[in-house]
């Protein structure tokens, strides 16, 4: 693959642009000079930047993308590459807008050389197939953008064994080893299925590493409006870092707006969440929702702290059980399944179906008449609360089990974790693994105690057997 890396701005001008620069000379002699040199050294970045960054910054200029009026600009950050202010800006201010015609989406596959072989494909897997592609050829329309993409992040899917070791009885290791399953299995049906049967399309190797790479691009930087579907990649705009101190979500519109010198198109455009002063990093919201394991998968950082320590437990009915077929319906009437996650976050309330999924998941004996007594509506409303002792001790022992059998899969203590924090120096790498494990340990924590006070207090709860008698005792009382 041809580079422009050998070409310095200066000296990097397409057809297009030489036309615009005698276009500014002859403004220069029509007494438009202020304009023409501001709007010249307005291209020029920090001079450390990379010259493929200026390259692009260049291509993003030419491209009518961003102007003098543009409020901020790339420049080297702690976290790789990022946006910062050029000039104070106010809370809301929109900051950026790329047009539609730069975006890397299913719209764009589709017409493309390649647009009627990935019809039917997975959205992430057909602009995989193009973003490599792209990468590929000489005269990529997006040449300057995938110059700038990195090779690879700190994300699990990347790590070798070894730093896979670290994160050893995580359900991190766990998901990142299903991802990496996923994502080889998508790979080798893509390239029976489409790369080898067309050699025109694709006269050059695919490898695995080119599909994780493309993979890794699109989990770390792709926009995705209403799911999956609307996936895409955003020139410019995805220069945006994180951060926790944006606590909203609804800076990113797709608007209609002037898109270049004379034409207007549906532009992504960011609005700053936050006050900045000239020089502070434009920051945005990843995801408030995300957990830290979540964090790590897909863009290969975790946030410090504890607010996204999260723990995922996974409840099933056995198809073994007595009662399979009720059960099942009970819990999809209820919007649940034979399989239920319940993701318990540090700090906060258990989530509210789980007890109820929990009493029915452990259901049996005579509590079993419950499941033929009532609607299913009515049994769901019943397992809110305590259905019999033996029941309630039951689902405090699977629970406690559980999180027992959790703790002791990994390979390192609570304690020896909060002293290799404490001395910090650690590699991005393993700040993720000592977080991760760290936070889901605590959570495991905080499971375990919520369910041994329950095993304490399970002579005094009320029992649904023992309130129906109550009940029946009541109204006996008024009738008499
Ligand atoms: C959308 S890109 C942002 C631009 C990126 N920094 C670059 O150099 O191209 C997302 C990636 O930026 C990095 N990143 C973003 N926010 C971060 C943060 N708060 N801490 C550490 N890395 C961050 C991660 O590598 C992440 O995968």
New binding site residues.
């Given amino acids: 693959m041809a580079s422009v890396f050998s070409l310095h701005p200066s000296t990097f001008l397409s057809p297009l642009k030489t036309t615009k620069l005698r276009t500014k000379f002859q403004t220069l002699h029509s007494s438009q000079k202020p304009f023409l040199i501001s709007s010249l050294k307005f291209k020029q970045l920090d001079p450390k930047i990379p010259r493929q960054v200026q390259t692009f910054w260049n291509w993003l200029c030419d491209e009518g993308v961003v102007s003098i009026k543009t409020p901020v600009k790339p420049a080297i950050v702690p976290?790789?590459?990022?946006l910062v202010a050029k000039k104070d800006i106010a809370k809301g201010e929109t900051v950026l807008g790329v047009p539609r015609r730069l975006w890397i989406n299913t719209d764009t596959v589709a017409k493309s050389e390649i647009g009627n072989l990935c019809t039917g494909l997975e959205p992430w897997i057909s602009i995989a197939l193009f973003l490599i592609r792209e990468k590929w050829k000489d005269d990529s329309k997006w040449k300057y953008f995938i110059d700038v993409l990195?090779e690879s992040?700190?994300s699990t899917i990347y790590w070798s064994e070894e730093e896979l070791s670290e994160i050893q009885g995580t359900q991190l290791l766990s998901t990142t080893l299903s991802v990496k399953d996923y994502v080889q299995n998508e790979f080798q049906k893509v390239e029976d299925e489409v790369i080898l049967g067309n050699k025109q399309l694709f006269p050059f190797r695919i490898t695995l590493d080119d599909f994780f790479w493309a993979f890794g691009i699109l989990r770390?930087?792709a926009f995705s409006r209403a799911g999956i579907q609307n996936l895409m990649l955003v020139p410019f705009a995805?220069?945006?870092?994180?951060?926790a101190k944006v606590t909203t979500e609804d800076h990113i519109h797709e608007v209609d707006g002037p898109a270049g010198l004379f034409s207007w198109d549906l532009l992504l455009s960011f609005q700053s969440p936050l006050k900045l002063k000239a020089g502070d990093q434009f920051l945005i919201q990843y995801g408030l929702k995300k957990s830290n394991a979540d964090m790590a998968i897909g863009?290969?950082?975790i946030e410090p702290g504890s607010a996204r320590d999260t723990f995922t437990l996974t409840l099933e009915i056995s198809k073994h059980d007595d009662f399979y077929k009720d059960k099942l319906d009970i819990a999809e009437s209820n919007g649940l399944g034979e399989t239920s996650d319940f993701d318990i976050k540090l700090g906060q309330s258990l989530p509210p179906a789980l007890f109820p999924y929990l009493r029915l998941v452990a259901l049996g004996g005579t509590d079993a008449s419950l499941l033929e007594s009532f609607s299913r509506k009515a049994v769901w409303d019943h397992l809110e609360l305590p259905v019999s002792r033996a029941n309630e001790e039951l689902i405090c022992k699977i629970v406690r089990d559980a999180c027992k059998s959790a703790l002791s899969g990994y390979h390192t203590t609570t304690e020896e974790d909060a002293k290799l924090m404490k001395e910090g120096n650690l590699s991005s790498r393993l700040q993720i693994a000592v977080g991760v494990r760290a936070g889901e340990k605590v959570v495991l924590q905080q499971i375990d105690n919520i369910f041994r006070e329950r095993e304490w207090k399970l002579d005094e709860l009320e029992y649904h057997q023992e309130k129906r008698l109550k009940d029946l005792d009541q109204a006996k009382v008024r009738n008499s």
């Fill in positions: 976290e790789g590459l990022g990195p992040t700190d770390s930087r995805d220069l945006a870092n994180h951060s863009y290969g950082f």
